[in-house]
């Protein structure tokens, strides 16, 4: 399986972003796609998770509310619309793809990464 994340980019706080994480390989055995970030100095946190077959979604608590996950599985696509961003937002994101049972906050949980891609919000 390979990820490909793209989309990021210098954006003003309160702006909005979108980033896109492209599937390929196989990819069949995996149900449900994640985004993390890692900002410096910090460990890598979970941001949101999508199932490939279900439209039930799971969010940080930070980014409830202002960021939204979505998929094309004709696209083999996951995007994360990234709305009224704050500087603490700033990190590198990276899409994963998990087999699990459950969506999982965790990213022992999550066998394939993408390259990641850096979103800095400036205040």
């Known amino acids: 399986v390979q990820l490909q994340a793209s989309g990021g980019g210098l954006v003003q706080a309160g702006a909005s972003a979108r980033l896109s994480c492209v599937a390929s390989g196989r990819i069949y055995g995996n149900r449900y796609m994640g985004w993390f970030r890692q900002s410096p100095g910090k460990e890598r946190e979970f941001v949101a998770a999508i199932w490939w077959n279900s439209l039930r979604p799971l969010y940080a608590d930070d980014v409830n509310g202002r960021f939204i996950i979505s998929r094309d599985n004709a696209k083999n696509t996951v995007y994360l619309q990234m709305n009224n961003l704050k500087p603490e937002d700033t990190g590198v994101y990276y899409c994963?793809?998990?087999?699990?049972?459950?969506?999982?906050?965790?990213?022992?949980?999550?066998?394939?990464w993408g390259q990641g891609t850096l979103v800095t919000v400036s205040s």
């Open positions: 994963a793809a998990g087999s699990g049972s459950y969506l999982s906050r965790s990213y022992s949980q999550y066998m394939y």
